[in-house]
């Protein structure tokens, strides 16, 4: 029976899932950091780690596989992939490609093997892939590079801006005033602001979830700016639509990311959909439903001609590595 390798390579960690073309897993590896821009001899050896260990758990060697997919952190640019094409290359697999995790993470969010995906949790990326297989990308390089500023880095700076505005009147009143200094212990701003400029205190991820918080609560401040941004998510992917011509397709345009997948607060998704329905109306956003890893097994029967039926897309949705859940939005 065929079967097909699925490899999720981040910067934490790699996964790889090998299952059969009824989506059965046979065999499955994890090991550590795969994002060779941090470490190229380390991402070298976890994802060959990751990779043996699925074969061997399953009892198959690579020419026994029928396709291999490979979504790689750190695949941005021709430079990247032409370090990782003769990487993933010695692994041994006769059938296999190479794509940014992206795009394994929007085809953890949809039937189809086209589609967009937005992701933004640390930082922010988006990219999409038409109906004959063309694949374009944005992001993950940063504000100077033409990113917005609603991912998690950002919004935490926003934060503590904010409260420091709030303070000395530069600023509307704002609950992240409040929140910002509950959450970092400090008694007051001026203290806060000392931390920073003398002691190299930088405003915590976790600021981020307190933008939302102060939205939920009806902030003005943090609701015109999480708005703004989810605009701008939604016109990062309306700009790729619009260039891999998919205005008038039917397809899905998939959320990830921890700032997109934990907030109550709806604003940021109300405002990616109305952006997007102004270049692409017949699209629909929804939530990743399966790990990533999933995502890649997904890729490799796609790329080796195989549908994948809904029994096996159910079985990959209850696969994980991790508690991961998805909903439609």
């Known amino acids: 029976m065929d079967c097909y390798l699925g490899v999720d390579a981040g910067g934490s960690k790699t996964h790889s899932l090998l299952v059969n073309s009824n989506g059965d897993v046979i065999g499955r590896g994890a090991a550590g950091n795969g994002n060779h821009q941090t470490g190229l001899r380390q991402a070298e050896e976890n994802i060959a780690l990751a990779c043996r260990l699925a074969l061997e758990e399953a009892g198959v060697s690579q020419s026994d596989v029928t396709y291999a997919f490979f979504g790689l952190a750190g695949a941005d640019r021709e430079p990247d992939f032409e370090i990782l ?111 920073a400029l003398d002691e190299r205190f930088r405003p915590p991820l976790r600021l981020a979830e307190l933008v939302f918080e102060a939205a939920q609560l009806g902030d003005e401040v943090a609701r015109e700016f999480l708005w703004e941004q989810g605009t701008e998510h939604g016109n990062a992917a309306a700009a790729l639509i619009k260039r891999l011509g998919m205005q008038n397709d039917e397809f899905d345009v998939v959320l990830g990311g921890s700032v997109l997948a934990k907030s109550q607060y709806r604003g940021m998704v109300d405002a990616i959909k109305e952006e997007l329905r102004k270049t692409a109306p017949r699209a629909s956003v929804t939530r990743i439903t399966m790990e990533p890893v999933a995502g890649a097994v997904l890729s490799a029967m796609d790329s080796a001609g195989h549908s994948a039926s809904e029994e096996v897309i159910r079985k990959l949705e209850q696969f994980s590595f991790s508690k991961m859940e998805g909903e439609r939005v």
Not at 166 to 193: I, N, S, Y
């Open 85 to 195: 094409r003769p990487m993933i290359g010695a692994l041994g697999f006769p059938r296999h490609r190479i794509a940014c995790d992206t795009m394994i993470a929007m085809r953890a969010g949809t039937s189809r093997s086209y589609g967009a995906v937005i992701i933004s949790g640390t930082g922010f990326n988006a990219a999409a892939r038409s109906r004959s297989g063309e694949e374009l990308q944005y992001g993950g390089f940063g504000y100077l590079f033409g990113d917005g500023l609603g991912a998690g880095r950002s919004l935490a700076d926003f934060a503590f801006r904010s409260a420091v505005r709030a303070w000395d009147l530069r600023g509307k009143p704002t609950l992240l005033h409040d929140l910002v200094l509950r959450e970092t212990g400090f008694p007051d701003v001026p203290r806060m602001l000392d931390a």
